[in-house]
């Protein structure tokens, strides 16, 4: 490591007007000490969740071997160059989302009301919801103690809280996956332009107009700060030098992109609707520029836990870029017809495929000794397996990252039957050093997740 001519704090930010470019880690933070105290300085693992709505296509789903020697699946195929940081966790269940007597039939509020919490949605279309307590949550308030946000809640497509989504369920159990207190669900941030100015807003400021008049004279965030750019890198050694300028490049790259959203919004659009400000048209570029939310977020410090609902549950989201012209919900109720399963197949790919995209910028991102891939780990699945049932049973679950050197990928794990999802909660909050003696409907840890 180099030691460069200024120390500088790790929690460094540059300040412009309505502007604050938190950075991220330089070897110019880190004191000159021990390699091991240089190694537990750095290793900062963090949680994040990535869910698809309405299942998968089990059988393109599950590898056919267990252990080492597995082979990735159709369905998983777009995540080949992951293999080694990759654990698919078979045989995981999701008992509180079923239905008890006196249920309404809405399954869609209870699987995702229950998804992270592990307690059973209570069934209400009125403001008393309740369910549990978020594993994200439970993290965020231990890990949110060393970063500017506790957590980040991010989704595409959600409807409003108010009202009913699903028979007997209340839309704030689909519209998010977080939940702070079993009362209290959060709310996600759908729109690119409001997530960049949470991570890069001057909270110090309370004047909106100073953003507005920089996005009217389509000025970068960056050019705020150009001259404090300047005056750091001056005191960076090589090293610190390449890694700011990868990094402002990215910052502004995603800003742009937003940019160009807001300019394609006010344009004529016959036939198709109207996208909503800030939002790209195409539904892959949307979630690429959420990923790349979310990984600057990492890669600042700014969070450790983020959320992320890539469409909810009962989304009429269509895929015509794949040839999939059908809503997805309508889609999922496939009555084991070919052709359906074969668009869901196709359905499924795809979003394992902008996982992929995600997984390689954690990777391309460098933090401490390693990547980001290195230091997180992200849990990707569903609440249900089989659509077309609602089956909560076998559940298709991903874990992607290496977690700070506390996950042991390249592996395909099948579970006891029975095997609760939130066992699986409860180990990942023991590898992020998160006390916790249950979460939901858990009954022990799993130890195979690693070594360690």
Not at 166 to 180: E, K, M, V
Not at 188 to 199: D, I, K, Q, T
Not at 241 to 246: H, P, S, Y
Not at 267 to 277: D, G, H, K, Y
Request: net charge neutral; glycine share 10%; hydrophobic share 40%.
């Amino acid at each position: 490591m180099i030691i460069t001519r200024q120390a500088l704090p790790r929690r460094t930010v540059l300040r412009g007007l309505g502007t604050a470019v938190a950075l991220p880690l330089l070897d110019g933070m880190v004191p000159a000490l021990t390699a091991l105290e240089r190694t537990a300085a750095r290793a900062k693992p963090r949680l994040g969740v990535v869910y698809v709505p309405h299942g998968a296509v089990m059988n393109n789903w599950t590898p056919a071997v267990e252990g080492k020697g597995f082979e990735l699946s159709p369905i998983l195929q777009p995540l080949a160059p992951f293999r080694d940081r990759l654990q698919v966790l078979t045989g995981l269940d999701h008992a509180p989302a079923a239905q008890l007597p006196g249920d309404p039939a809405g399954g869609h509020g209870r699987i995702t009301g229950a998804f992270l919490t592990g307690v059973h949605a209570k069934p209400t279309e009125g403001a008393d919801f309740r369910a549990g307590t978020s594993v994200d949550q439970i993290a965020a308030k231990v890990l949110g103690r060393e970063t500017q946000l506790a957590s980040l809640e991010v989704g595409i497509g959600l409807p409003e809280f108010a009202g009913a989504c699903d028979a007997g369920f209340s839309c704030a159990y689909i519209s998010t996956l977080s939940w702070s207190t079993p009362t209290t669900p959060l709310p996600m941030e759908s729109n690119p332009r409001a997530l960049f100015e949470r991570l890069f807003g001057d909270g110090a400021t309370t004047d909106p107009e100073a953003r507005r008049a920089r996005r009217r004279e389509d000025q970068s965030i960056l050019d705020a700060v150009t001259r404090k750019v300047a005056r750091l890198r001056k005191g960076l050694g090589s090293a610190d030098q390449a890694k700011l300028g990868d990094y402002l490049a990215a910052v502004r790259d995603v800003e742009r992109r937003i940019q160009r959203a807001e300019v394609q919004s006010d344009q004529e659009l016959p036939v198709v609707e109207r996208p909503s400000a800030s939002v790209p048209a195409s539904f892959s570029e949307y979630v690429k520029v959420m990923f790349d939310l979310q990984v600057l977020a990492y890669q600042t410090d700014m969070t450790r836990v983020v959320s992320f609902l890539m469409t909810p549950e009962l989304t009429a989201q269509t895929y015509p870029e794949i040839g999939v012209p059908d809503p997805h919900h309508a889609l999922s109720h496939h009555e084991n017809k070919p052709e359906s399963l074969a668009k869901l197949i196709k359905v499924g790919t795809y979003h394992t495929g902008l996982l992929a995209y995600y997984l390689d910028r954690l990777r391309e991102t460098p933090d401490g000794d390693g990547s980001l891939l290195d230091q997180v780990m992200i849990l990707y699945g569903s609440g249900m397996s089989n659509s077309n049932l609602y089956n909560i049973q076998n559940l298709p679950i991903l874990l992607a990252g290496g977690g700070a050197g506390r996950l042991q990928g390249g592996r395909h794990i099948r579970f006891a039957e029975g095997t609760p999802l939130t066992n699986l909660y409860l180990s990942l909050l023991g590898k992020l050093d998160v006390p916790a003696e249950r979460v939901g409907d858990s009954t022990g840890r799993l130890t195979e997740l690693s070594d360690v």
